[in-house]
């Protein structure tokens, strides 16, 4: 197994446009977490989903920030409009009962000027 | 609510010193405490959780309930530990990490 993916690795982008983050979780985890890391605040859970539902999204900052898992293999996070407060790098993670662990993608460096 | 606090945001020593990085919590019923480690430019990835009670790369952390401590200690640093170390708790049956903000560890040659 691959791992958890997310794409892009890199986002550069206006201030007011939209941002889409991708994240494909490890296959047969029923778990998904969507993290910020800033600097300021550390890691951040934003979302998270068991079995495609989401269950806890108190984390999401502003409606400006919305997180979708159409399947079990694939989950977005996005942001519209982004804002340069927005910049951080978001981490996707998955996770199972059984592995009693989150496995981590290696994040999507954003970038909003 | 459960909480994770790392007091501190950076730890400096020198390599052959002895470190221990501070991890408190905060939570009513039975914890699941881990430590996860980020090294430059990767992901992060689990260094040890105290189920296992396992010591990992040097590393041990021993949970404390009474003092609702979970510190990260190894006797001897190497220049290879500088990283990122994150203090995480699981709670409620359930796996949904809680973070703390990090703790920078930088070991000098």
């Known amino acids: 197994d691959a791992g958890v993916i997310q794409s892009p690795r890199h986002e550069v982008t206006e201030m007011g446009q939209e941002v889409t983050l991708r994240c494909k979780p490890i296959s047969g985890h029923d778990y998904l977490f969507w993290y910020r890391q800033t600097m300021m605040r550390g890691l951040e859970l934003l979302i998270y989903?068991?079995?495609?539902?989401?269950?806890?999204d108190s984390g999401m900052p502003e409606d400006r920030f919305s997180a979708k898992m159409p399947n079990a293999s694939f989950s977005t996070l996005k942001i519209q409009p982004s804002e340069p407060r927005d910049s951080a790098v978001y981490f996707c993670?998955?996770?199972?009962?059984?592995?009693?662990?989150?496995?981590f993608g290696q994040g999507t460096r954003l970038t909003v000027v | 609510a459960q909480r994770v606090t790392q007091p501190e945001k950076l730890l400096s020593v020198f390599k052959g010193a002895p470190v221990e990085l501070k991890c408190n919590y905060s939570?009513?019923?039975?914890?699941?405490l881990f430590w996860y480690v980020q090294y430059s430019r990767q992901r992060l990835q689990l260094l040890l959780r105290h189920i296992s009670r396992e010591s990992i790369k040097g590393f041990t952390a021993d949970l404390n309930k009474g003092e609702t401590s979970f510190h990260l200690k190894k006797p001897f640093a190497q220049e290879e530990d500088s990283a990122m170390y994150y203090c995480a708790l699981g709670t409620g049956g359930s796996y949904i990490p809680t973070f703390g903000r990090g703790t920078s560890l930088i070991v000098h040659p």
């Open positions: 939570y009513s019923g039975s914890p699941e």
């Open positions: 989903f068991n079995n495609n539902v989401p269950i806890d």
């Open positions: 993670a998955s996770s199972s009962l059984t592995t009693g662990k989150a496995f």
